[in-house]
Structure formats: structure tokens, C-alpha cells
């Protein structure tokens, strides 16, 4: 059912954590330093996918800067459009490949689409892979007024377990909230320079919702 691949290009991603419920003190921050909305928040929706070994949870822990992971990635909006995307990284720069899998009309069509098709769904793309968890949360937009940078800022995060025939346990609770920068990997040397980032009181930190959620699982029992 994939009916297109794009491939995006190198940019770099910085990421900033906080304590769950106070994502609003990142909002304030970029829009006091001139980031507008870019468009709607929204619902983001990803089911990692991993080989039998979960290789790229392992790469993450022991540090490997070259690596990649697999994800479905769809949001709630009213027509619900489905991608494969496969992410690349190498240290803070990242790109990825994105095949779209088909548009659905309701959540109902979509469950049955992957009930149907989880067993197949990312295997071809390199090795034999499963599903191993959802992560579902709340996402804001943000451009900067040069339009060079981008910036997100995630709340609400929750994972959940997948088993049997793609069904979902229950929603487990992220401690932290997340923002992040994103800008083309030509622009770093500008953006290193920017006063905004001079005043960011934040702290620059390796965070993977996939890597997190996995452990939330494993303290509770679940992987």
C-alpha cells in the first residue's frame, strides 16, 4: 500500500527537557525571543518498531552516534494520513526517509489497517522487525522571525505497551516535557550565534521518547 518515498535533509535537532506540566515556561521563552506559531498543535501519534535484538535501544544506551530507528507516524486530524518513517542520525544531525502508507477516513479503519498489516508493515526496509510501543502527545509549532529555525514543544507524553495482534495496553505517563530546535545543518554556525540561544536557560540533553518510553515499560513490568 506505500505509495510514495521522500527523503528529507540533513538538519540538526536540539533537544530540552523539563518537569512534566511546565512545558508552558518553553512556550513563553520562544515567543518572548520573536518565535511566532507556525501552524495548529496538534495530536502526534508513533509506533517504534525495533529487530528481535531492539538494536536501536541499544545503540542509543551505549552511545553509538551513527544509527536509526523505524516508526508509523499519523496525527489526529481529521483525515488521518499514515507514514512509515525511517530516521537516520548521526550525533545532532539527522535526516529521514518517509513512505506514505495511505489516508484513512476514521481510527476505527485505521486499527483494522494495522491489525491487518503489523506483521509486514516495516519489515523490508532493512531486517525483520516488530512493534514494540506507542507514543502519543500534545505538540506545539514554532518558527523563528528569520524563518531560519524551527522549534516544537511536546507535553502530554504517554506510552503504550503493543502485544498480541497490535493491540494497546495502558497509557503510561513521560516525567519530562520536551522542547526541541530544528534548523538546516548549513545554519549552525548562525544559529550558534544567536542571541536568543545566549539567554536559553535550559539545559542541551540526549532525550529519545522511543529510548524513554521502553524504559518506562521495562520499571513497570511491561517489556
Excluded at 11 to 40: H, P, T
Aim: hydrophobic letters at 35%; glycine letters at 4%; proline letters at 2%.
Amino acid at each position: 500500500m506505500v505509495q510514495k518515498q521522500s527523503d528529507s535533509s540533513l538538519r540538526f535537532e536540539r533537544k530540552y527537557i523539563i518537569e512534566k506540566g511546565y512545558s508552558y515556561i518553553f512556550s513563553d521563552f520562544l515567543e518572548n525571543n520573536f518565535f511566532k506559531k507556525a501552524y495548529q498543535s496538534r495530536i502526534v501519534n508513533s509506533i517504534y518498531f525495533d529487530n528481535f535484538e531492539h538494536e536501536a535501544i541499544s545503540e542509543n544506551l551505549s552511545g553509538v552516534s551513527i544509527r536509526k530507528k523505524t516508526r508509523l507516524r499519523w496525527y489526529d486530524d481529521k483525515k488521518i494520513n499514515l507514514n512509515l518513517e525511517i530516521k537516520y542520525k548521526n550525533n545532532m544531525m539527522n535526516s529521514k526517509k518517509i513512505q506514505k502508507q495511505g489516508v484513512f477516513k476514521s481510527l476505527t479503519e485505521l486499527n483494522f489497517f494495522l491489525k491487518k498489516n503489523f506483521l509486514t508493515l516495516a519489515n523490508g526496509v532493512s531486517q525483520p522487525m516488530e512493534p514494540i510501543l506507542k507514543i502519543r502527545y500534545h505538540r506545539k509549532y514554532f518558527i523563528s522571525k528569520c524563518e531560519n529555525y524551527r522549534a516544537t514543544v511536546d507535553s502530554e507524553i504517554n506510552v503504550s505497551d503493543i502485544y498480541g495482534n497490535f493491540n494497546f495496553g495502558r497509557e503510561m505517563h513521560f516525567k519530562d516535557d520536551v522542547m526541541e530546535y530544528k534548523y538546516p545543518s548549513n545554519k549552525d554556525h548562525i544559529f550558534r550565534k544567536e542571541i536568543f540561544l545566549l539567554k536559553n536557560p535550559f539545559r542541551l540533553q540526549k532525550s529519545s521518547k522511543y529510548v524513554s518510553g521502553y524504559l518506562n515499560l521495562k520499571d513497570a513490568g511491561l517489556k
